[in-house]
């Protein structure tokens, strides 16, 4: 039996393969965490040779015939082909001070998967709407859910550079839209911004005069909050929930979570800190000592609980410590291990055919939790 699991972008090729005759029969499970192919992430932007003739302009390939650039394309280096990471990001990049740690989070994304119906047989024959919508989905067991607070992956650049929250709301008109709906700014309309502009006032979200650089007041705090609540739902939860209620639609088995237990320590750790007060959380952890800012449960927190960080990577101060932590990452692993074995992950855990629309697993209580405010949240999309 071969069970298929992907987080964040690794959750969406496995939904790919949900929806590809090409992978037909080739696995039996399907584990998706922290997103799928209905992301935002998804989203199609400029077409695929322009950002090819970029990258090959970059890289001094451009000259000679096709073969002459594809010899060229295979004699540069990972590392030369590491640092074009950021090449197209722009104004617009809400993460892109986390060069330093190679870790910048581009999005919108120029390199995504293109539906490829031009092909003699498809892999990727439609958009994930329409294949989930009519369900040409594999009728296997599926895993599917998200982390309670994605979008502080986004909203703690306010934390670390507060004086980029006035800048980033000030050109929201032409930021804001490109980051709620995965689109290139040229797609940019009137009504998105409008749209974009009433997702802001929906969620609360204060857009005045708060002078966070030199006050971090409770407004502050606010902003953080209900801007992870925005970006989590815009390229995250949302879709996950669509994902399952399209799997409900076609009565295909599947367990539906919420990975909300909130760690010792956590990424927004990491991406809510300077260089010199990550070092410093570093240096500490080595003598035993562990701070955390506990914002909540940020995209990517989950994995520790899975899997080791390398001993002595600069990660592996976050790997689990506390007897809480090691309980839940246990519990965790039962999950998995139970799903890729039976195709439930446990039997108290109702599959999204037998439970209400908003009902989860709640990792953290071990139990189904109805979540009324995610409904209220989604409403707003509309």
């Excluded at 932007?45 to 060229?72: N, T």
């Excluded at 540069?76 to 617009?92: I, R, Y």
Aim: net charge negative; aromatic share 12%.
């Amino acid at each position: 039996m071969v069970t298929i699991y992907g987080e964040s972008a690794g959750a969406m090729s496995v939904s790919l393969h949900l929806t590809s005759e090409y992978s037909a029969g080739l696995f039996h499970r399907a584990i998706m965490h922290s997103a799928t192919s209905l992301s935002s992430f998804m989203n199609p932007r400029r077409k695929p040779s322009y950002y090819a003739e970029k990258l090959v302009e970059s890289l001094g390939c451009s000259s000679g015939d096709f073969g002459d650039i594809l010899v060229c394309l295979q004699e540069a280096s990972v590392q030369e082909l590491l640092n074009k990471h950021l090449m197209f990001a722009d104004e617009c990049q809400i993460r892109s001070d986390l060069e330093w740690m190679h870790e910048a989070m581009v999005y919108p994304h120029p390199w995504v998967p293109v539906m490829d119906t031009y092909a003699n047989r498809s892999f990727f024959p439609g958009t994930p709407e329409n294949l989930f919508s009519s369900g040409k989905v594999a009728d296997v067991p599926i895993m599917v859910g998200f982390n309670n607070n994605e979008g502080l992956v986004a909203s703690t650049r306010f934390v670390v550079d507060p004086p980029y929250l006035n800048t980033f709301f000030s050109n929201f008109e032409s930021c804001g839209p490109v980051n709620l709906y995965g689109l290139d700014p040229s797609q940019i309309t009137e009504n998105l911004i409008l749209d974009s502009k009433q997702l802001l006032d929906e969620y609360l979200i204060y857009q005045g005069d708060a002078d966070c650089n030199l006050n971090w007041s409770e407004d502050c705090h606010l902003i953080v909050d209900r801007f992870s609540d925005l970006m989590g739902d815009a390229v995250f939860i949302k879709s996950t929930h669509e994902a399952s209620e399209y799997l409900r639609q076609n009565k295909i088995l599947a367990y539906r979570f919420i990975f909300d237990h909130i760690g010792e320590t956590g990424l927004s750790d990491i991406v809510s800190s300077t260089i010199l007060e990550n070092l410093a959380y570093f240096a500490k952890s080595l003598i035993g000592i562990i701070t955390s800012k506990r914002f909540g449960v940020m995209h990517g927190d989950d994995l520790k609980y899975l899997f080791l960080y390398e001993d002595h990577s600069f990660f592996s101060y976050l790997n689990i410590k506390s007897k809480e932590d090691l309980a839940i990452s246990q519990q965790m692993i039962r999950y998995w291990t139970q799903f890729a074995m039976t195709g439930t992950p446990s039997v108290d855990w109702r599959p999204v055919l037998e439970s209400g629309p908003l009902e989860y697993w709640s990792i953290h209580n071990a139990s189904m939790v109805n979540r009324a405010d995610l409904g209220a949240r989604f409403a707003r999309w509309k």
